[in-house]
């Protein structure tokens, strides 16, 4: 099972390098294999299958790359939190990017799934509220404790499906195509910023690609 | 946003990450002043294959060891390692139980700081590694997979583009790749042609022959001088006369028994096939040899008569002229004489046993290092048969022979302790010995106003000991090392900067992989000390030699690379075959273009000259 996703994830993450090389290399038509193409800062920004969270209608829009597994992005989403609310005109927008395997993409699946029922943001700070690495059962039981029915989030994912396969594909290629190291890496107005944040670095952040 | 940095991970773990663990710190003591503003910001990541640098070691039984250097501040998870053939199938990979982790963002995982290792046993075709870490508080990569070729039956280039196609014939491109991973980096020089064509041209006796010579040779060195007094001593030990028969006979056993121990040496490390010199290295043996100085040395002052057993002795002189005791003591010296002399031999017994290793003829190796013995002993056979002859009758004058050489002894057990203690210790151990001789002497007895020209020499010899010894406590108490400079760490510290600073700087390695890694950063000539924690006569080197300002001069723009043996393992040896050597210390002095320069090469302990000759040899 591990060894299955964390393939097809790799699979994923070459087919998109391969599209970022051809995109290097013949940059006119854009259009490489597969509908990977080289991905615009309004792509990343607003792809409309990805859920926002924050002010929708904010003026500078967040991207966090993150998985649900790496211990950086979970210690700094509160902080990540605070600034997005304190400012009150920011749209926050997790990108799944899941790299740490098959936990990581299941809690990608359900979460994902919870955004059809409208309780993405639920699903997602019980999530990210964890500590440590997850496993199957482990992730079931925390979405049940913040309320959720887990059989509920599966159908929903299933029934979207390659809504959110191709979702969390587009997040891959994205993430290579912009060279992205790893997790968390932040999109913030036209800049990339590879790690965590500290709060004063975010507000700078958002400060900035207010210009 | 992408950094690349020029410097392979090995050398930034030695020299850069320190500096940015300094800077770093800086850093945080800043950060915590501001109030943790933008100063800490981690630095940019690294590429992952930058952080995580994967060697990987072809072994001889068809599996790879795989080694990550990994960058400071770096962690590879343990867990996330894998390993699949060319078709998918998943790899078991043997590893080392890393760090576990507990912090709360972590949860409980095993991660690797600094170096991870794993072994794949043996499989046909390539290999597809992955691995996956983070930085430390930074950033977490997403796995990465190395494709590694296949050994042996290695896949033909063209299958290459497409690991899952089967490797069809054996192929010689792993050679290459071997080559480039264990070695073709350095051309040693072929110096030790000289024993090969001994061999050839006059065989076996011209080998004796030739070890004689050597031996000769290095009599005239100072390695033999501590010989003299030993012998002298054992002549001046005899309570009589001692004739020129007797005096031929006692330095002629003394001389076999020595060039016996040192065929013996030869003969035993053939046999073993292990690296007598690392034996004779270790601090153990040093340790022994000075405590038997000693002893000798207090036999020397009278405090007892040292003897073997009557019965041994009635049996040993039975060989003799029927005198008691003296022959067997004579071999027992000599027998250990040839360890004494360990440092300064080091270089013709490593050429012997680097023939004995290459011929696998052992009795030639051991008849050759017995000749070798003999050619040394021929001066003190001439000094032992003529020198006793050419002494007094016996006398009072006689205990203070013996306590002159009681005192020598002392001094060769103080000298041989230098390699093992710390240096104020050993200038003070020279101090006290000083003193004593001085006051012995009569430096301060009183004289009386008519005295002669005898007793007043005495006692300025004595007052001048006294004098010295003064000198040496003093550079002992300000922390000198050098006993010929005892008061250098005396002089200010502006004249004299700290040894910290101005030490010179090795590149360490442990195996042939990290040599070539620090040799191919090497853009100028290189040169490779071979060292070890245990190796004494290294300490004095490290000593002596390095922070003589000639000898860093010589080596300024050399890289510096340390083959560190302290851990004397499998790849220590594989290292020590790589550069031919038999043993620490050992200096392999390669050109810009990775030759080493003929004849440059030094074993043993060698002094400035030599270093800053064959430093120039590379430049």
């Known amino acids: 099972m591990t060894k299955l996703t964390r393939r097809t994830a790799l699979t994923g993450g070459l087919l998109a390098l391969g599209g970022t090389a051809l995109w290097t290399a013949t940059r006119p038509s854009a259009q490489a294999q597969d509908g990977a193409m080289h991905p615009t800062i309004e792509e990343v920004m607003f792809d409309p299958a990805n859920p926002v969270l924050g002010n929708p209608e904010g003026d500078v829009t967040i991207v966090e790359f993150f998985d649900y597994q790496c211990p950086y992005c979970k210690s700094n989403h509160p902080v990540l939190k605070e600034v997005v609310e304190a400012d009150g005109n920011v749209r926050l927008v997790m990108k799944d990017w899941p790299i740490f395997g098959a936990p990581s993409v299941r809690a990608a699946q359900l979460a994902l799934g919870a955004a059809s029922l409208d309780s993405y943001l639920t699903a997602n700070d019980a999530l990210m509220a964890t500590e440590g690495r997850l496993d199957e059962t482990l992730i079931e039981e925390t979405l049940t404790e913040a309320g959720l029915d887990v059989a509920a989030l599966d159908a929903a994912y299933r029934e979207n499906r390659s809504t959110w396969d191709g979702l969390l594909t587009r997040n891959s290629a994205q993430a290579a195509a912009f060279h992205l190291r790893g997790t968390p890496a932040f999109i913030i107005g036209t800049a990339i910023y590879p790690g965590a944040m500290d709060k004063a670095g975010l507000e700078n952040a958002v400060a900035t690609a207010r210009g | ?619």
């Open chain 2, 1 to 619: 946003m992408t950094r690349i940095s020029p410097y392979p991970a090995a050398l930034r773990r030695a020299i850069i990450a320190p500096l940015l663990a300094a800077l770093s710190l800086a850093l945080f003591a800043a950060a915590a002043l501001a109030q943790g503003d933008a100063f800490d910001r981690q630095s940019p990541p690294m590429d992952p294959r930058e952080a995580f640098a994967l060697e990987v070691e072809p072994q001889p039984d068809g599996s790879r060891l795989l080694r990550w250097d990994i960058a400071e501040g770096y962690y590879l998870y343990r867990d996330y390692l894998s390993a699949e053939t060319g078709d998918g199938a998943t790899l078991p990979l043997e590893t080392e139980p890393g760090i576990t982790q507990d912090d709360p963002t972590f949860g409980t995982v095993e991660v690797y700081f600094q170096e991870a290792e794993a072994r794949i046993g043996p499989v046909q075709g390539p290999v597809h590694v992955t691995y996956q870490g983070c930085q430390d508080g930074g950033i977490c990569y997403p796995p990465v997979t190395d494709t590694l070729p296949a050994i042996e039956a290695a896949a033909a280039p063209a299958a290459g583009a497409d690991p899952a196609a089967p490797a069809p014939a054996p192929a010689p491109a792993e050679e290459t790749v071997a080559e480039q991973a264990s070695g073709g980096g350095i051309t040693l020089a072929e110096d030790s042609g000289l024993l090969d064509g001994l061999s050839a041209r006059g065989g076996p006796i011209l080998v004796l022959a030739g070890f004689f010579g050597f031996g000769l040779l290095l009599a005239f060195t100072p390695c033999v001088f501590p010989m003299f007094p030993i012998l002298a001593g054992l002549l001046a030990g005899q309570d009589g006369t001692v004739g020129a028969r007797r005096g031929a006979l006692l330095s002629g056993v003394y001389v076999l028994a020595m060039a016996a121990a040192f065929g013996l040496l030869g003969l035993i490390a053939a046999w073993s096939g292990q690296n007598l010199q690392l034996v004779l290295q270790s601090p153990w043996a040093v340790g022994v040899v000075a405590v038997i100085f000693v002893a000798l040395a207090l036999s020397m002052f009278g405090l007892y008569e040292m003897r073997l057993p009557q019965a041994w002795t009635a049996r040993l002189s039975g060989v003799g002229a029927g005198r008691g005791g003296t022959l067997g003591g004579a071999a027992a010296l000599g027998f250990t004489s040839a360890l004494i002399m360990g440092p300064c031999v080091t270089a013709p017994l490593a050429g012997a046993l680097l023939y004995i290793a290459r011929t696998g003829d052992a009795w030639l190796g051991a008849g050759a290092l017995f000749a070798l013995g003999l050619g040394q002993g021929v001066p003190l056979l001439i000094a032992g048969t003529f020198g006793a002859r050419m002494l007094p009758r016996a006398g009072a004058w006689m205990e203070g022979v013996k306590a002159a050489f009681g005192v020598v002894f002392l001094g060769m057990a103080i000298w041989l302790g230098g390699r093992l203690l710390p240096g104020p210790a050993v200038l003070a151990l020279w101090a006290a010995l000083l003193l004593g001789a001085g006051v012995f002497i009569g430096g301060l007895d009183r004289l009386e106003p008519g005295s002669g020209a005898a007793p007043r020499l005495r006692k300025t010899a004595g007052l001048a000991a006294i004098l010295v010894a003064v000198f040496m406590g003093l550079g002992a108490a300000a922390g000198g090392q050098d006993p010929m400079r005892p008061l250098a760490g005396l002089r200010p510290a502006a004249a004299a900067p700290g040894p910290a600073s101005d030490e010179i700087a090795f590149t360490p390695v442990a195996s042939v992989p990290e040599l070539d890694a620090a040799l191919a950063q090497a853009d100028g000539p290189a040169m490779i000390y071979v060292t070890a924690d245990w190796c004494v006569t290294c300490k004095v080197i490290d000593r002596r030699l390095w922070p003589d300002p000639a000898v860093r001069e010589a080596l300024a723009d050399t890289t510096l690379i340390a083959a560190d043996l302290s851990e004397f393992d499998t790849a220590g040896q594989a290292l020590l075959d790589h550069l031919g050597s038999v043993g620490p210390p050992t200096m392999v002095f390669l050109d810009a273009a990775g030759r080493e320069a003929p004849g440059s090469r030094l074993i043993g302990e060698p002094g400035v000259e030599e270093v800053v000759a064959s430093a120039r040899a590379i430049r």
